[in-house]
Structure formats: structure tokens, C-alpha cells
């Protein structure tokens, strides 16, 4: 049977019914996909069993029926107004209105209780979108600004740069042949001053002149190697902290393969002791088949001892505790997959 997704699952109990689906395709027994998803036998031969009887489209997550609450018309454009108020004027952190905020709001406000589903429905009858605000910040100044981009237009290899970027959108900078640099003085950092794919300099310093691949270290016996890394929400550590963007991560966990997690007698959401020869961390568990046996990953960014850092302030674990110093022998670069740790039950 198909199972192409035709459409994203709507809330994280639709994605797991499919995910258990999928892996019983791909040959994975009940008790190792129960394992893996933090469900029951008996739940996972459930969803088997509705798949099998109707399809993909049975494990869809399906909207219960009933009237929607409704705002009337004057209360809609009290609304409006409400809402160019900005969300901070309400109480909220942050001035963007999302779909959560606004369905809280119209129930404290107007005593009607909307599902934040139901909510971009309404506000594109309005003609108003959550992720546009009509407010601007209260210290925005328009001179200033003007003032920059006009500055800014000057510098375009055009003429009448503001009044092309007005019309066009757009300005097209003439490619350099290959073989040539903008600047035709431009001089690489290499003896050369041109790319070598042959480095002499690698070679007097006693290193390979061209690239040579090096098997890394393998983790020794009841020890995994540490993956550290990010994710579309957060890019950069200091993003864990910024209140529209923790909504979505609050926590960080550990991803370890359902194979070792058996072994261990791991499910997901226990709470694991993390450790390395640097280091000693506590974090909860994730059980996925979507990580090498061999392997653990955790998201960087949490776990900040910084109390100003409220939302992250010791939740979860902080990868830093754990990373062995290790770096490239010729770079000098920080080699930050080089750490084997020992995981179990805290």
C-alpha cells in the first residue's frame, strides 16, 4: 500500500500513527515500533489494523463536528482594532499575534471560545494576517530609514539606483568569466595567489598536499558518539531563549537508536545520565529509529546556566558539558563529533 503523504499531519499524535505505519511497511515489529514511538502493543496493532482496513486516510486526525463559535459583526471589528494594538499592549511577550494568542485573547476579551485552527479562517475574512502585524514598533523612525535606503540605492552599479529598485526589485551584477575574479588584483591566500587544488604549503608543513580521507575514530564498546546540531527554529543557541521561538522547542532530549535503547531498557522520556570524560549531563530520552545505532544527538542551546536566560535556564542538557577538546590537525578547526559518551538510566 501507498504510503506517499499527501498532506502534513496535523498535531504530533496524527505524525505518530503514520510514522507506525510506515515502519510496519518497512518490516519493523510491533514491539520495536511500540519501542520507538513510546506507544503500547496493543495501540500500534490498533493503528496497524485501521490502516489496513482504510487506508492511510484512516489515521488522519479528523476535526470532531460542530457549530463555531462566532463573533458578531461589531465584536469582529472591536477586534481588528484590538489586534492592531499590538500583542505586547495585551499582556503578551513579544508583539506578534499568533493564532494561539489571538484565540486566548477573544476568549478573555469577548467570553467566545474559538480553536486556534479556526482562527486563520476568520482572520482572512477580516483581511488580516497573524504573521503581518499593522502595528510598528513604537521607536521605528521613518526619516532615519528613508535616509539609509536612499544612501544605500547610491551605492547600486546603476543609475537612479532607488528609482530602478522601484521599478525592477532587483539589480543584476555582471558575472566574472571563470578563471577571472571581480577584481582583476584580487590575489588568493595560497603561493600561487590562485585556488590549488595541490597546497605546497600543506606539504612543506609536513601534511597532505591534496585531500586524503582519514576513517574517523570508531566509539569504543558501550559507548556512543555525540552528535550535536540544530534545527529550522533554532539556528543559533542564543534562538532557544526568544519566546516565539522556545513555544515551538522548549526542551531539548536525547536521540538514541531503538536497538541500544532496548539493550539499555530506555523508552523515550526517561531520564537519562549522559557522560563523557569532560562531563556529566541529565536529559530526557527519545527513542527514533532516525539516528544511527552508533550514535546519539542532542540540540545545542539549552541547558544555560545563566539565570537571565529564563526559558532555558537548566532545561534541559547543554552539549558543551560534554565535548572533549579535539580539532583538526591542519584547519585548527574545533572537531565537534569527536566525543563518545556512556548513556543510562539516571
Known amino acids: 500500500?501507498?504510503?506517499?503523504?499527501?498532506?502534513?499531519?496535523?498535531?504530533?499524535?496524527?505524525?505518530?500513527?503514520?510514522?507506525?505505519?510506515?515502519?510496519?511497511?518497512?518490516?519493523?515489529?510491533?514491539?520495536?515500533?511500540?519501542?520507538?514511538?513510546d506507544l503500547t502493543q496493543s495501540a500500534?496493532?490498533?493503528?496497524?489494523?485501521?490502516?489496513?482496513?482504510?487506508?492511510?486516510?484512516?489515521?488522519?486526525?479528523?476535526?470532531?463536528?460542530?457549530?463555531?463559535?462566532?463573533?458578531s459583526a461589531e465584536q469582529r471589528q472591536q477586534l481588528l482594532a484590538e489586534l492592531a494594538q499590538g500583542a505586547e499592549a495585551h499582556g503578551f511577550a513579544g508583539d506578534v499575534w499568533t493564532t494561539e494568542r489571538i484565540a486566548q485573547f477573544i476568549a478573555q476579551r469577548f467570553g467566545v471560545k474559538y480553536h486556534r485552527d479556526h482562527?486563520?479562517?476568520?482572520?482572512?475574512?477580516?483581511?488580516?494576517?497573524?504573521?503581518?502585524p499593522i502595528v510598528r514598533a513604537s521607536q521605528r523612525n521613518e526619516a532615519a530609514i528613508e535616509q539609509w535606503v536612499e544612501a544605500e540605492a547610491k551605492e547600486l552599479p546603476v543609475p537612479n539606483g532607488m528609482e530602478h529598485m522601484r521599478k525592477h526589485g532587483v539589480v543584476g551584477f555582471e558575472k566574472p568569466k571563470y578563471g577571472t575574479t571581480r577584481n582583476a588584483s584580487h590575489r588568493f591566500v595560497t603561493k600561487s595567489g590562485k585556488i590549488e587544488l595541490f597546497s605546497e604549503r600543506l606539504q612543506e608543513a609536513g601534511h597532505d598536499p591534496l585531500p586524503v580521507?582519514?576513517?574517523?575514530?570508531?566509539?569504543?564498546?558501550?559507548r556512543f558518539r555525540l552528535i550535536r546540531g540544530r534545527k529550522a527554529t533554532i539556528t543559533r543557541a542564543a534562538l532557544t531563549n526568544l519566546p516565539w521561538l522556545n513555544e515551538h522547542n522548549r526542551e531539548n532530549d536525547l536521540w538514541i537508536h531503538p536497538e541500544p535503547a532496548g539493550r539499555l531498557n530506555i523508552r523515550t522520556g526517561d531520564l537519562l545520565e549522559v557522560s563523557s570524560t569532560a562531563g556529566?549531563?541529565?536529559?530526557?530520552?527519545?527513542?527514533?529509529?532516525?539516528?544511527?545505532?552508533?550514535?546519539?544527538?542532542?540540540?545545542?542551546?539549552?541547558?544555560?546556566?545563566s539565570a537571565w536566560l529564563r526559558r532555558v535556564h537548566q532545561v534541559g542538557a547543554a552539549d558543551a558539558v560534554l565535548l572533549e577538546t579535539a580539532w583538526d590537525k591542519v584547519s585548527g578547526n574545533a572537531a565537534l563529533h569527536e566525543t563518545f559518551v556512556k548513556v543510562g538510566k539516571a
Open 44 to 71: 500500534v496493532s490498533r493503528i496497524i489494523a485501521r490502516a489496513e482496513a482504510g487506508g492511510l486516510e484512516a489515521l488522519r486526525h479528523h476535526k470532531p463536528p460542530g457549530r463555531r463559535p462566532a463573533l
Open 119 to 132: 482562527i486563520g479562517p476568520l482572520l482572512r475574512q477580516l483581511g488580516w494576517s497573524p504573521q503581518r
Open 280 to 305: 556529566t549531563v541529565k536529559i530526557k530520552a527519545r527513542v527514533t529509529p532516525e539516528i544511527r545505532p552508533d550514535c546519539v544527538f542532542m540540540l545545542h542551546g539549552f541547558g544555560k546556566k
Open 213 to 222: 580521507y582519514t576513517p574517523p575514530a570508531q566509539p569504543p564498546a558501550n
Open 1 to 37: 500500500m501507498d504510503t506517499t503523504k499527501e498532506q502534513e499531519p496535523q498535531n504530533w499524535r496524527e505524525y505518530r500513527r503514520i510514522r507506525a505505519w510506515e515502519m510496519h511497511q518497512q518490516g519493523y515489529k510491533q514491539r520495536e515500533i511500540a519501542a520507538a514511538l
